[in-house]
């Protein structure tokens, strides 16, 4: 394990961040005493501290000293002052990563040092549950191990796979937006339900499970999801009446335009 005996620290505890430390902590692949977060908000570190034990700060020179990883875990509308202010304390002993959603590797090049080894993810949220799915790119400082170290860190709260950085706003659009994509889907369909006379905590854990049982089978069988869906849909049947309204009301261009727009945008938040 490349991550044993290393120190973590996390530069941001809010939902993104914090998703995070929960999902590699309760991972096990770390001990709760190799991690350490900072942020203003001090309420925030004193809850995590004391659901997982790790140790906390709401200075970032401290944190940045006793750790030899960093997780950029702010917003991109914040980044460049907290680089500003960083970048003494950051060499080329030091492994940088940035879940900053559009933000270049080049922009941390140019902000930190020369040397500076940056590694650039895009997780989600269902880090929190072990179920992320991360898009990772390499800066030209970052050396194989890196890669393999960001790996290790992001595979362990889901699925992760190395990425050409310019298609990283396309990774940000599809599976770092994504399950805001799917919380609504899985609403609507237990309204469905509810509508047909389902109680509504019957509907939603039928709505959720059968969310994740369609992923689980698109994952594990690598079937195209055409065939699966064909798979469903008798002649004449329920299913097809179903899916027939889906193309009716468009809703794959719905979805597609979802994320070509939040592609876009993060296309913008790296341009600023």
């Known amino acids: 394990m490349k991550l044993e005996n290393k120190k973590l620290g996390f530069i941001g505890a809010g939902k993104m961040g914090s998703a995070l430390i929960r999902g590699i902590v309760n991972a096990g692949?770390?001990?709760?005493?190799?991690?350490?977060?900072?942020?203003?908000?001090?309420?925030?570190l004193n809850a995590l501290k004391e659901e997982l034990g790790i140790w906390i700060s709401t200075d970032n020179v401290p944190l940045i000293r006793n750790s030899e990883i960093l997780i950029l875990a702010v917003k991109p509308q914040?980044?460049?002052?907290?680089?500003?202010?960083?970048?003494?304390?950051?060499?080329?002993?030091?492994?940088?990563?940035?879940?900053?959603?559009?933000?270049?590797?080049?922009?941390?090049?140019?902000?930190?040092?020369?040397?500076?080894?940056?590694?650039?993810?895009?997780?989600?949220?269902?880090?929190?549950?072990?179920?992320?799915?991360?898009?990772?790119?390499p800066g030209t400082k970052a050396s194989s191990e890196d890669m393999e170290i960001a790996l290790e860190l992001f595979s362990a709260v889901g699925t992760a796979v190395k990425t050409p950085e310019h298609l990283m706003d396309a990774v940000t659009g599809l599976s770092g937006s994504g399950p805001a994509f799917v919380f609504p889907v899985i609403e609507a369909l237990a309204d469905g339900g509810v509508y047909e006379g389902l109680d509504r905590k019957s509907a939603l854990a039928l709505a959720a499970q059968t969310v994740l049982g369609a992923a689980k089978m698109v994952l594990e069988t690598e079937m195209h999801p055409g065939e699966l869906k064909d798979m469903v849909t008798s002649p004449a049947g329920t299913t097809i009446q179903g899916v027939h309204a889906l193309e009716e009301a468009g809703v794959r261009a719905a979805f597609m335009n979802a994320v070509i727009r939040a592609s876009e945008r993060s296309k913008e938040l790296g341009e600023k």
């Open 29 to 44: 692949i770390v001990e709760p005493a190799q991690v350490g977060a900072s942020d203003l908000y001090a309420p925030a």
């Open 78 to 137: 914040v980044l460049g002052k907290v680089l500003e202010k960083i970048k003494p304390e950051i060499d080329s002993s030091k492994l940088v990563i940035s879940i900053a959603a559009g933000v270049p590797i080049e922009t941390y090049e140019k902000a930190l040092s020369k040397d500076c080894r940056i590694i650039r993810v895009m997780p989600n949220i269902a880090a929190t549950v072990s179920e992320a799915a991360s898009g990772i790119a």
